[in-house]
């Protein structure tokens, strides 16, 4: 097929015009945007159980990962009308509300990849409980010179912490260099309690983490070597890379839900190794298969939605004395 | 008051009316020096030839205008100064309009105009003739050697040269894509009123508005000046902070439960936003 060309694709009960199938998005990897599609629909059932309901910023790259990006913070122009949307009042915006789109199904999915949206962000929180965060998030972020041994120690002290309390929670990489850490919510929590209970953990963590982890939130006053826990990423708004989403980098990483095991794995590597060399190993060439064969990590079976009033006055009763 | 920028005249008909005038609106933003981080020697900026690469003396610099790409019109002072305007050091007003009949847009930058001893009274009789009908006065100003549309207003006593946009300055709103007001249901219509009543305000207060960031930054300046240590980024010890998240989290989740009590009554909706299939549009 040459690149100009359009072809049709049945996705569902929906036809797709796709184009430029052979547009090489990865360079220096060869991997082009009918490779970007392939892999969002062998990966299509995980991906939308995740997509389905957030608000959707899609971040697109339509002349490959060397070219300008555009975040869409909106729907975008010409989708069509079976795309599902919600409608969000922006109080304080310049305009009244935003209509973005949901991705509920394939054919959704194939669409967004047909506009090279490599990347995925979600809203911390689903349609109709906009103002409900669905999980406590930790963003771990490791430094420039920060070993995948201490991300995944701090990864681990933050998993302890939480189990000490009560909470089970869930691990992913970020596609990027870090893991998002994610305790899921039963509704009617707020934004507030959320971040409030995150920086709690977070500062614990931190102070028994020393050099391992910062909380400073200016990157060029982090420690190089250490892990900044972020724990304010959750709020009416703010996104989420969602799992299964690609990344604009060599070698076209994927956000992929992990094993606790894995981790602890992690942290009994020699010290040479940096988080980006493991992550790299989780692509849109081996993710599929990696699915086919663990499943969705993060799927009903392990998202356990909990409560935080038990934790709360556990971690108030330990912690307090402990300071 | 300051030193006045210019002093001049204004002039309509037969009458001229020596002013001074002074700046209205001051810039209040914090400048920086851009320094070298390891020994904080200042940036300096080096004008190069891009063809041998080396640094070009003012005098051998001219101003060139690309009227195609690449092919250059040389002009030198000499050719500016045969078509600058000249400097008459006057304000001469060309006509009269009603103030509504001006976009806002067209206005750019306020100035005071003063007068001196023997103007006093010619000024103040423009100033009340103006206000009486309710007219600005449109003219012609130069100032050093650039020729300006200007407004002459009265305001609070004073009488005010506002410099104007020329009308090909002016972008035309017509590129964009706007949307028609055809069918906008009357209920919402009465909800956006309401909105508005509730959030209006008798007065415009400017000094509500504060420039936060600038107050931030220039406290973070002065106690750095100071050689005082900073607010650090909450480097409280870890005890006494958790302590007191501990109080804001017990405080929230009792909020938490409240909402949700009430929500389950039928009391209220978790969340405002509606979901649809279907553009609305």
């Keep these: ?323 | 008051m300051a030193h006045a920028i210019w002093s001049g005249a204004i002039n309509f008909g037969l009458v001229t009316i020596p002013v001074k005038l002074f700046t209205a609106v001051k810039t209040d933003d914090l400048s920086f020096n851009l320094l070298h981080k390891t020994d904080e020697g200042r940036i300096k900026y080096e004008r190069v030839c891009s063809v041998d690469g080396k640094p070009v003396p003012w005098d051998e610099i001219v101003k060139g205008y690309e009227y195609e790409k690449g092919q250059y019109v040389l002009l030198t002072d000499d050719d500016f100064a045969k078509v600058n305007p000249e400097a008459t050091q006057s304000v001469d007003i060309v006509e009269f309009v009603e103030l509504d009949k001006i976009s806002p847009m067209f206005f750019d930058k306020p100035y005071y105009l003063e007068p001196t001893k023997q103007g006093r009274h010619a000024y103040a009789l423009l100033r009340e003739a103006l206000a009486e009908s309710n007219r600005v006065a449109i003219a012609r100003v130069v100032i050093r050697t650039k020729e300006y549309i200007a407004a002459v207003k009265p305001i609070d006593g004073a009488l005010v040269l506002e410099l104007m946009h020329w009308a090909n300055e002016i972008v035309a709103s017509d590129t964009l894509e706007l949307p028609d007001n055809e069918k906008l249901p009357e209920k919402e219509m009465q909800m956006a009123r309401m909105l508005i009543d509730t959030m209006s305000v008798d007065e415009f207060e400017p000094e509500k508005f504060t420039n936060k960031y600038r107050d931030e930054l220039l406290t973070m300046i002065e106690a750095r000046a100071e050689g005082k240590e900073l607010p650090k980024a909450k480097k409280a010890p870890a005890r006494s902070k958790v302590v007191n998240l501990m109080d804001v989290l017990a405080k929230s989740l009792e909020e938490s439960k409240s909402r949700r009590t009430a929500a389950s009554a039928g009391n209220g909706k978790p969340a405002a936003a509606k979901r649809r299939k279907k553009t609305a549009a």
């Excluded at chain 1, 010409?78 to 991705?103: A, I, Q």
Aim: charged share 25%; aromatic share 8%.
């Design chain 1, 1 to 323: 097929m040459s690149s100009k060309e359009r072809s049709t694709l049945s996705v569902g009960a929906r036809t797709l015009s796709l184009s430029n199938l052979d547009k090489v998005l990865w360079p220096r990897d060869g991997y082009t945007k009918g490779d970007l599609i392939a892999y969002f629909r062998s990966v299509a059932p995980p991906a939308i159980a995740h997509l389905k309901d957030r608000p959707l910023t899609v971040q697109r790259y339509p002349n490959g990962i060397d070219g300008e990006t555009f975040f869409e913070k909106q729907m975008p122009r010409g989708m069509p009308e079976w795309v599902e949307r919600v409608t969000v009042p922006t109080p304080g915006g310049s305009r009244s509300e935003v209509t973005f789109p949901l991705c509920n199904d394939e054919p959704s999915l194939v669409y967004f990849a047909n506009l090279a949206a490599i990347v995925l962000h979600v809203w911390t929180s689903c349609v109709p409980a906009l103002d409900e965060p669905e999980f406590v998030l930790f963003d771990l972020d490791p430094g420039e010179k920060c070993t995948l041994k201490t991300l995944a120690t701090v990864t681990l002290s933050i998993r302890d912490l939480l189990a000490e309390i009560g909470l089970k929670p869930l691990v992913k990489t970020t596609g990027g260099f870090g893991l998002h850490v994610v305790v899921p919510l039963a509704a009617g929590y707020s934004y507030e309690t959320a971040k409030v209970f995150a920086e709690i953990v977070a500062r614990h963590a931190a102070a028994g983490l020393g050099d391992l982890a910062t909380l400073q939130r200016t990157i060029a006053k982090r420690p190089q070597t250490a892990v900044y826990i972020d724990y304010v990423q959750v709020g009416l708004g703010k996104t989420i890379v969602a799992p299964y989403s690609v990344r604009a980098r060599d070698g076209a990483p994927v956000s992929t839900p992990l094993h606790w095991a894995e981790v602890e794995a992690f942290a009994r590597r020699r010290s040479g190794v940096a988080p980006a060399d493991e992550f790299a190993k989780l692509t849109i060439r081996t993710t599929p298969a990696r699915v086919a064969r663990e499943g969705d990590l993060w799927g009903p079976k392990s998202w356990k939605k909990q409560r935080l009033e038990g934790p709360s006055a556990k971690a108030n009763r330990l912690w307090r004395e402990r300071g």
